[in-house]
């Protein structure tokens, strides 16, 4: 069975610090994959998505760059954060077919 | 632009109401309406709704799309304790690699008291 990872669960950093945030898909290959960003109160808003490795699609301009070194690892960074950053990140993929949605269990980041 | 709202924003009801949460949608190129339950982590997916008038069921959770007037409704039955969350509905949009490109609203949080 397929099985998406994602850490650190938690993660309070101060502001200008680096992050980096790691998401491995276990049990498949060759996996579309996602970061989402959930602001409090907010929906989710997509960040990045990449369908191969080295292949990085941002969907919106911010302080954040997003990484696929190997074919089921995606790794979101910054080389200095802002307190704006705050918020639940989750990592996606969209599963056998692609037609549904299935997320991590999210770091909850704390720029303070 | 996409664009996803959901109605209420907010609802507090007691273990054995029905409710009805509501979805609209502006989707280019639309290919399916997806619901989601949020309670402190990771959404966990509830249904995906492609087809007018087909509702979808899972124990007391049932779902609808209309396509003709871009909306959709979660009804929850007999509501429990567990299932206070924040519901999520996205939409899909159709073509390539685009898959994963959903379009969430901004959720329903929904409190059910004992």
């Known amino acids: 069975s397929q099985t998406i990872h994602q850490w650190p669960a938690t993660l309070v950093q101060p502001v200008g610090s680096p992050l980096s945030l790691e998401c491995t898909v276990e049990?498949?290959?060759?996996?579309?994959l996602y970061w989402y960003r959930q602001a409090a109160g907010r929906g989710l808003q997509l960040l990045f998505y990449?369908?191969?490795?080295?292949?990085i699609s941002s969907e919106v301009p911010q302080n954040l760059s997003a990484s696929r070194p190997q074919d089921r690892q995606f790794i979101l960074s910054s080389k200095k954060l802002l307190l704006s950053d705050s918020g639940f990140y989750l990592c996606?993929?969209?599963?056998?077919?692609?037609?549904?949605?299935?997320f991590g269990s999210g770091t909850q980041l704390s720029v303070l | 632009e996409d664009k996803v709202v959901q109605s209420p924003l907010s609802l507090v009801v007691h273990e054995g109401d029905t409710v009805t949460l509501n979805c609209s949608y502006e989707?280019?190129?639309?290919?399916?309406l997806l619901w989601y339950k949020q309670e402190k982590k990771a959404p966990t997916f509830l249904f995906m709704l492609?087809?007018?008038?087909i509702e979808k069921k899972s124990g007391r959770l049932s779902s609808i799309l209309d396509k003709k007037e871009l909306f959709s409704i979660l009804n929850i039955t007999a509501t429990q304790t567990g299932d206070s969350a924040v519901y999520l509905c996205?939409?899909?949009?159709?073509?390539?690699?685009?898959?994963?490109?959903?379009?969430f609203g901004q959720g329903t949080i929904l409190t059910v008291h004992p």
């Open positions: 492609t087809s007018s008038g």
């Open positions: 996205a939409g899909r949009p159709s073509g390539g690699t685009s898959y994963g490109k959903l379009t």
């Open positions: 996606a993929w969209d599963g056998i077919g692609g037609e549904k949605l299935f």
């Open positions: 989707v280019t190129n639309f290919r399916s």
């Open positions: 990449s369908v191969g490795i080295g292949q």
């Open positions: 049990g498949t290959s060759n996996p579309n």
